[in-house]
């Protein structure tokens, strides 16, 4: 590998909305993110299916079968 031209790599600080931080190695010394392994529904198990407005029920009115 070529000594120039190479971005340094070393450690960085990943912090979340919710507070929980990560220690990693990146060429980005700090980083914010708006999810996490700590409060990311799909990891969490508090994911919930959200039916805004009747969409099902209209999905459901407009492909129904018409006699």
């Not at 060429?27 to 919930?48: D, E, F, L, N, Q």
């Amino acid at each position: 590998m070529k000594k120039e031209g190479h971005p340094e790599y070393g450690d960085a600080a990943v912090t979340c909305v919710c507070g929980a931080t990560y220690n990693i190695r990146s060429t980005v010394k700090k980083m914010h993110v708006t999810a996490c392994s700590a409060c990311h529904p799909a990891y969490t198990g508090r994911a919930t299916m959200l039916d805004t407005a009747g969409r099902v029920e209209q999905f459901r009115r407009k492909y129904a079968k018409k006699a």
